[in-house]
């Protein structure tokens, strides 16, 4: 699996609703999870409406990560709390929202095109 960064928001903002959810962020997945293990897991904290699972197309694996939709904020925030540092398949998960607004702040730019 790969190695992810979190963004560090510094309580500017918050998360960003999708066009269709609110999506979250789940890094360290097991390479050989599948998307029902992932469903399973998250289906505890809410309706999960989609799954998303990037798989490596050289080993058939996955690549570490997934996005994982829910309907509702309130679904989404409890997955996070429940499941945030969790394991799935002996891997301990981080989940944090896809999508933060950490300021659209433009700098230097006025004037300018």
Do not use: C, M
Not at 33 to 44: G, M, P
Not at 61 to 72: D, N, Q, S
């Amino acid at each position: 699996g790969g190695v992810y960064e979190s963004v560090d928001a510094s309580g500017e903002g918050g998360p960003l609703q999708s066009v269709e959810g609110w999506i979250l962020f789940v890094r360290n997945v097991h390479e050989e999870a599948q998307e029902d293990d992932i469903l399973d897991k998250f289906s505890e904290a809410g309706d999960v409406r989609n799954i998303h699972v990037n798989l490596d197309r050289r080993t058939g694996f996955v690549k570490g990560y997934a996005l994982v939709e829910f309907e509702t904020r309130e679904e989404a925030d409890n997955a996070i709390e429940t499941l945030n540092g969790e394991e799935l398949l002996g891997q301990t998960i981080s989940v944090d929202y896809a999508f933060l607004d950490v300021g659209s702040k433009k700098k230097g730019r006025k004037g300018r095109r």
